[in-house]
């Protein structure tokens, strides 16, 4: 019930934002832009989104990748994964399109999740979303408070509450527009699949990945009515897709794919960090049993990355040295693999070997997609080794290039000004700090300290800023 009472939040926010436009329901390209706008700053407050750059690296690829073969949009495209173990994607207003991380640790290849993204693009190039708001007219905003009010439900009492409110809100509201998303289910099957063949990626894939689907609405999603499924009718889907491809002979000239995409350690990586801890741990366990005995190159790389997992459930369970033990094994396969060793770096900082850390992570600072994590954690070893001009500057690269994925370098930045007897400036990187999580209470108080005697004009600046957002947010959530 927890998987769909996130399938509900995102939903009722898509509709919610759909139908606050205005009485028409003609959803023009700015209105959508705008709904969108609306629906990922929700979005955004609410923390749903992943924000690893790792796994965001690889589907934000693949999705570029695709995209190369279509006409030009209307919309720039992003691509998304939300933290929760829900086996759905779908595609919100203005090409914002989202894979929740159950989905992708529970596919087996890039063309599985490549069919799948695939899907969702060609939701958003046909512009689907807002065909279905605008057929969607005739809900009345009860059902719509309806469907929010679940959704809040939901979130607070563990979901059975939420699901009854959303199953009798949505019946309503959303029976009589089921023929129209099945049609629009079978032709983002269809244009998927051309997509598909002309990309690197086989459009077998995403045959595979409803293969998926349906194996786990057998599981227990079945349970849910079609009308609060993204995606109705998967078995109908899989009959016509495999209509499709009956007699499919990739074409010589079809490209290779020119980068790997790293798909197997990104499945394994998102599972060590991310998923619940014991039925992952045993489920790599079982996995690690199961391929010992085999020898072979492709045998040999998937075993790595299941080390990988492995090394990152065990650091999880605060057993550093079978960490670190994991991790060397699939060193010892993927020789020098950036992935790997910037979680040995990172674990060698919480065993308190920031020296060993600084070692392992030399050089990776100039990876394209894990140099800034590299920073950060180069950054805390020096600060643990009190070479503190080193750390300083280091925390300030990493917050001038991304400063809401590492709040914690405000936090650093802080303890270095105590260490150099700079109060006033250490409130100041903590209110920062405090804001960015969310504890705006101590955030306000760090902050009115530092403007007592602060002379940055810049940082005056932002902790005005700073202050005032807090406050009306303190006011708004009183009235809430």
Do not use: W
Request: proline content about 3%.
């Amino acid at each position: 019930m927890k998987s769909f009472k996130y399938f509900c939040v995102f939903s009722s926010l898509v509709f919610f934002f759909s139908f606050s436009l205005n009485s028409s329901f003609a959803i023009s390209i700015p209105e959508e832009k705008k709904v969108a706008k609306k629906f990922m700053k929700m979005v955004q407050e609410k923390q749903m989104i992943l924000n690893d750059p790792v796994a965001g690296h690889m589907i934000t690829q693949v999705g570029n990748h695709i995209l190369t073969f279509l006409p030009p949009q209307p919309f720039d495209y992003s691509f998304y994964i939300v933290d929760d173990d829900v086996f759905n994607a779908f595609a919100s207003p203005a090409a914002n399109i989202f894979a929740y991380r159950g989905l992708i640790t529970a596919l087996d290849s890039i063309d599985e999740l490549a069919g799948i993204i695939a899907h969702e693009i060609a939701h958003a190039a046909s512009r689907h979303v807002s065909e279905s708001i605008d057929r969607a007219k005739f809900i009345n905003i009860g059902s719509l408070a309806g469907m929010l009010a679940g959704a809040i439900i939901g979130g607070k009492s563990g979901g059975d509450a939420g699901a009854a409110v959303i199953t009798g809100t949505m019946a309503i509201g959303q029976t009589a527009m089921l023929a129209f998303t099945r049609e629009n289910e079978t032709e983002a099957d269809e244009k998927g699949i051309m997509f598909l063949k002309k990309s690197c990626f086989a459009p077998e894939g995403l045959l595979s990945g409803l293969m998926k689907i349906r194996a786990a609405d057998y599981r227990g999603v079945e349970g849910i009515p079609d009308y609060v499924k993204t995606h109705p009718g998967t078995g109908n889907r899989i009959a016509h897709v495999e209509t499709i491809l009956e007699g499919y002979i990739p074409s010589e000239k079809k490209i290779k794919c020119d980068e790997d995409f790293r798909f197997d350690m990104v499945k394994y990586r998102l599972l060590g960090l991310y998923a619940d801890i014991e039925p992952t741990f045993n489920q790599l366990a079982t996995k690690l049993e199961g391929s010992s005995s085999n020898a072979n190159a492709a045998d040999a790389t998937d075993t790595a990355a299941i080390h990988y997992g492995m090394g990152l459930i065990y650091a999880r369970k605060f057993m550093r040295e079978k960490a670190l033990s994991h991790l060397k094994k699939a060193l010892s396969i993927n020789i020098l693999d950036p992935m790997i060793l910037l979680e040995m770096g990172r674990i060698y900082l919480l065993n308190g070997e920031p020296q060993k850390a600084l070692n392992v992570l030399k050089g990776l600072e100039r990876d394209p997609v894990m140099g800034l994590a590299a920073r950060f954690h180069q950054a805390t070893a020096h600060l643990e080794l009190r070479n503190l001009t080193k750390a300083k500057n280091l925390f300030n690269t990493v917050l001038n290039k991304a400063p809401s994925l590492y709040p914690k370098a405000y936090y650093s930045l802080a303890n270095i000004m105590s260490l150099e007897k700079k109060q006033v400036l250490s409130h100041y990187y903590l209110g920062v700090y405090y804001a960015e999580i969310n504890h705006n209470k101590t955030a306000i108080v760090h902050l009115n300290k530092a403007l007592d005697e602060l002379k940055d004009e810049i940082k005056i600046k932002k902790a005005k800023e700073l202050l005032t957002r807090l406050k009306k947010q303190s006011v708004k959530n009183i009235k809430n």
